[in-house]
Each structure stands twice: as structure tokens, then as C-alpha cells.
């Protein structure tokens, strides 16, 4: 980026209508911190599919007032477009430091433009937003987060009428309207504040209700209510509804972990409050141990992701992964549903490209229908409204510690998870059975699927071009063989185009645009590469199989597994 460039955007804003603590901290970057204030400076924002997320701070390519408030006018331009002058919006956030002050700046904004907004009173979980938008009839929503992210960060994710992120067109043509808002000028920034309505108690009792009814086993809860559960909201939002959700259930034995109980945007206990981390859940894991718990849950500070800790057949603690989480829960949803007589005959369940494809191959032995979709719940939101009167939506996940369950929200809950997964491992104990025995149990009948992620960081200005120069060179230049085995398919999805390496025939996607490459092997491993929509990453994701021969090899299947991927990531230079 030219720095005459940098130099005028950083002018306009100490010379324009900014507030003085935003110009104090431009001068003070000025002479403390230069090359901060260029990264700062150096582009603006962008409004992504999915919102905004980025490091809070002063300037264009920041999450500050300015930025959130020019956002929030181009959608309130676009809602108004859709949907005349009778719009609704509700509005949440979570713990994040500045997500309160973002939310009251998205609030004013729409009333401001004449929209009513349903503003939650304090923090709460991403999902209890999406169910809001729902269950008030509005026309859109924005929660103000950044999920999983480091502390510095915080972030803006917009909904549609149905409780869904934004899917097309709406998400390209939100994305043209905020484009279209050039100055702060053009933000209306404040009037009709009695547009405002506070939102709390009512909401949640009604999301309560709504979990408590996705309960396919009630007599089993009762039956073993002192299940000890360990919980820890990692200083978020959960801690505001996964007790409570839990204490629906009727379980009676949790202890939530008095370290991680207090929200707090600066994440005192952990460097990043992601439950996908091991060092995240250790103070959660020493908890389950002094307890000899039943299970351990977290939950990342928005509340919508979910890890998991169990105990394995050696009596070890360990944390299961995404696709270990999500196998379990759609085959407990299919199974038990099927046992209680309560499956209907058009069930689906919906995945994503990047998830375990066990999840299949439970489907279709109990004759469910499943779809793949692409990464995001604003996609499996998208499948459910093309099946919606024909087929009956039971549960939806990907890889990412991501579920959805029954057809009362639209994006990802951790908290109806959380009470799913005590559920379930209420369940097998009633048979005096454990989790990680279920586990075992289903690789011994539908084969033995490991999965593994890297994910690959490039920061800074060159980051964005590092990212696209090894998706074209793996477009350009695909394996033909990992670790012996022959690449035989290259998927995609950018190009909607699928290609059988040994033959040249190649075949239409029948999914949207997305920047997506998967290779699968001869031998069913198939490995995917995806830059992350919302961070400076590159995800790859690898899937290998095998067969169980008997529970006892598992530990010995699962090191072969392992190194396995271990060579694939090698001969990839990934590491």
C-alpha cells in the first residue's frame, strides 16, 4: 500500500468529526508505534460474508465506533430496502471487552434510521440471538463478537429474517451497502432512542424451554440427575445459560469452574478462549480429575462452540476432537430417536465438506438422509429452508466443536449441545456403559475415521497474498500421490468443478462458489485446504480410515492413524 495513501486516511481522521480519544490515539501510534498505525490504517475493514472481525484499535483497518456505526447504516439502508419501514432487529454480544459499547453504537444506529431493535440487557450466547430474531419476528440482528478469537479482538456478525447469517444474495448485496457508506458522515448516529427495547428474563426462558424440549430422554436424566458434570464457560457468555439449561435437564451434580466463572473480556486464565485448545481446557481437566467427573464440558466466550473431555478405557482424561464430538451426537440423535419410536421417515442431518464422512455412513445405515454442505452454519440454515415441508431437519455440525440441534435456531448452540452430550453420556451409564465405550463401539461397526487440522497463520499486510499463493499453487500443481497412495480426485470449489486425476473426467459442484480444494485418495483418506473466512489462516484438514480389528487395537490403530496423517502433513510441507 502506497504511504502517501495511508498517510491521507490517517489525516482525514485526525482533521474529520472523530472523537478526541480517537485522535489522541492516532498521534500517540504516530510517535510510539508507526508500523502499528500503517497496519492500522492501511486498508479499511472489510465487511465480509459472515460481518466484520478484527483487532480493536483506532483507524480503518480497525473494530472501533466508527467502523461498527458505518456497518450498521449500510445494512439498516439494506433491511429498509427489503423490508419498507416496518423492521425489527435484535441485538446481542458477549464478553468480549467493547462488545457492550458496540452494541448500544449498532442499537442507536438502527433506531436512528427509524428500525425498532430488541436489545438484550447484558451478555448473552451468540445462539439465544439467533432464536430471538426467530421467536420476535424480526427482520435481521447483529451480535457483537469474536467468538473464539484472542482478546484483542472483537467483531460484528449479521442475520437475516430466519436467525441465519447472511447467505446469497443478502450477504453480497449487505456487503455492496456498507461499501457504499464512505464517510462517518453518513451515519445516522443517534434519535428515537425509544425505538430501543430492552430484552432478558423473557427471552430466556423461552430459548430454556426451547432446549429443554430437544430432550429425547427426560426419564434418563432423572434417572441419573447426579451425573457429575464439570463445566466452564471460559469467562463468556455461557455462564449465563448453561447452568440454567443444565438444571432444566435436571441434573443436579455440576460444578462449574470457579476459576473460568466470571465473564471477562481479557481471558485471564488462558491465551486463547477457544475450548478446540488443549491448554484452554486444563484447569477444566484438573477440575474433572479432583472430581473423578463424569464429563467434562466448555464452552468458547459467545457460546456457541463446545469441547469435550471423557475419560478413556485406561481411566485417562482425554479431550475429544470436533468430528469425535459430532459423530457422537448425530448418532445419539439418530439412534435414540429410532429406539424411543419417535425418528420420522423424512429425517436429515446436514454436515459439512470438512467433517467426518463416518457421520454418512451412520445416516445411511439407519436410513437418514444426510447433506454436505459448505463450511458455516449459514449454510446448513441454507439446506434446511431448500428441505423445509419436506424432509424433517434433526441436527446439523461441523468439525469446528459446532452443533445445531432441532429446528428452532440457525446457527451453532453450545448450550442445547452441552445438554445433548450430558444427555447422551446419562444415557450409556444407564446401561452402565461410557462414553468413550459408545466411542469405540461405533469405529468397531462403521470403521475406524481420524481426522487432524493444521492450521497455518500469516499475518500482517503480505499475509492475505501468502494464503492465495499456496491455494493456487495446490490448484496448479495437485499431489499425485500422498504418503503412497494415489490422489485420485481434486475437488474444487472455487471452480464448482470436480476431477478425476487418473481419467480426466471432470463433473460439475453442485454447492455455491467457495475457495475450497479437496484431494481424495484412493484408499477413502481425503485431505482439504480452506483459508479462513474471518482470520489470517489456512485450514487443512486431514481424514484417514482404517478398519477396527477388536476395542483393544484402538490405541494401536489410532498411533498408526496418526503417523499416518503425521507423513501426509510432511510430504505436503505443512511442518
Not at 442475520?159 to 445516522?188: C, F, M, R, T
Not at 457429575?228 to 469452574?257: D, E, R
Request: proline share 4%; glycine share 8%.
Amino acid at each position: 500500500m502506497d504511504q502517501a495513501i495511508i498517510q491521507q486516511r490517517i489525516d482525514k481522521w485526525l482533521n474529520g468529526p472523530f472523537d478526541e480519544e480517537t485522535k489522541s490515539g492516532i498521534r500517540r501510534l504516530q510517535q510510539e508505534k508507526p508500523d502499528e498505525l500503517a497496519d492500522a490504517f492501511y486498508k479499511t475493514l472489510e465487511f465480509g460474508t459472515g460481518g466484520l472481525r478484527g483487532v480493536m484499535g483506532v483507524g480503518t483497518n480497525r473494530m472501533n465506533k466508527y467502523t461498527v456505526g458505518m456497518a450498521t447504516q449500510g445494512y439498516a439502508n439494506y433491511l429498509k430496502q427489503c423490508f419498507g419501514d416496518d423492521v425489527k432487529v435484535a441485538i446481542a454480544h458477549d464478553s468480549r471487552n467493547n462488545s457492550r459499547h458496540f452494541a448500544e453504537t449498532t442499537a442507536h444506529v438502527f433506531a436512528a434510521n427509524g428500525i425498532k431493535v430488541f436489545l438484550f440487557e447484558d451478555l448473552r450466547p451468540t445462539p439465544e440471538l439467533s432464536f430471538a430474531i426467530r421467536h420476535l419476528g424480526c427482520q435481521g440482528g447483529v451480535v457483537c463478537t469474536a467468538s473464539h478469537n484472542p482478546k484483542e479482538y472483537n467483531g460484528y456478525k449479521a442475520y437475516w429474517n430466519d436467525g441465519s447469517q447472511l447467505v446469497p444474495p443478502h450477504d453480497k448485496n449487505v456487503i455492496a451497502e456498507v461499501d457504499k457508506i464512505a464517510s462517518v458522515d453518513e451515519v445516522k448516529w443517534s434519535g428515537n432512542d425509544h425505538l430501543i427495547q430492552l430484552i432478558g428474563k423473557e427471552l430466556d426462558e423461552a430459548y430454556l424451554d426451547m432446549v429443554k424440549g430437544l430432550s429425547v430422554y427426560p426419564e434418563v436424566c432423572a434417572a441419573q440427575h447426579d451425573l457429575k458434570i464439570v463445566y466452564t464457560p471460559i469467562h463468556g457468555t455461557g455462564i449465563m445459560m448453561v447452568p440454567a439449561a443444565l438444571k432444566k435437564y435436571g441434573f443436579t451434580n455440576v460444578h462449574v469452574v470457579e476459576e473460568q466463572s466470571k465473564p471477562d473480556g481479557n481471558f485471564p486464565t488462558v491465551i486463547y478462549p477457544n475450548p478446540e485448545e488443549t491448554e484452554t481446557m486444563s484447569i477444566g481437566l484438573a477440575k474433572a480429575k479432583e472430581l473423578d467427573a463424569d464429563i467434562l464440558l466448555g464452552t468458547d466466550p459467545d457460546a456457541d462452540r463446545v469441547g469435550i473431555g471423557i475419560k478413556n478405557d485406561k481411566g485417562e482424561w482425554i479431550l475429544m476432537n470436533g468430528n469425535q464430538t459430532a459423530l457422537l451426537a448425530f448418532n445419539y440423535m439418530i439412534e435414540a430417536r429410532r429406539v424411543k419410536g419417535i425418528a420420522k421417515p423424512n429425517d436429515m442431518v446436514i454436515k459439512t465438506i470438512v467433517t467426518t464422512d463416518m457421520i454418512d455412513e451412520i445416516a445411511k445405515a439407519n436410513g437418514v438422509s444426510c447433506y454436505n454442505v459448505l463450511t458455516g452454519f449459514k449454510w446448513i440454515s441454507s439446506m434446511i429452508r431448500e428441505k423445509e415441508g419436506r424432509e424433517n431437519y434433526v441436527i446439523g455440525g461441523e468439525e469446528s466443536f459446532g452443533l445445531m440441534i432441532g429446528n428452532d435456531i440457525r446457527d451453532k448452540d453450545a448450550v442445547s449441545a452441552v445438554t445433548i452430550l450430558c444427555e447422551m453420556a446419562a444415557y450409556e451409564k444407564n446401561k452402565g456403559r461410557s462414553l468413550f465405550q459408545k466411542l469405540v463401539d461405533l469405529y468397531m461397526q462403521y470403521g475406524f475415521y481420524k481426522e487432524s487440522l493444521v492450521s497455518i497463520t500469516k499475518k500482517g499486510m503480505n499475509g492475505a497474498a501468502e494464503i492465495a499463493e499456496m491455494m493456487e499453487m495446490f490448484r496448479r500443481q495437485p499431489p499425485a500421490s500422498l504418503d503412497g497412495v494415489a490422489v485420485k480426485e481434486l475437488l474444487d470449489y472455487e471452480k464448482q468443478v470436480g476431477k478425476n486425476l487418473e481419467t480426466g473426467e471432470s463433473w460439475k459442484i453442485d454447492l455455491p462458489k467457495s475457495n475450497v480444494l479437496q484431494f481424495l485418495l484412493d484408499d477413502g483418506s481425503r485431505i482439504s485446504a480452506r483459508p479462513s473466512g474471518t482470520e489470517p489462516k489456512i485450514k487443512f484438514y486431514f481424514s484417514v480410515q482404517t478398519k477396527l480389528s477388536s476395542p483393544s487395537a484402538f490405541h494401536q490403530t489410532e498411533k498408526e492413524l496418526d503417523e499416518r496423517i503425521a507423513r501426509i502433513i510432511k510430504e505436503m510441507k505443512l511442518q
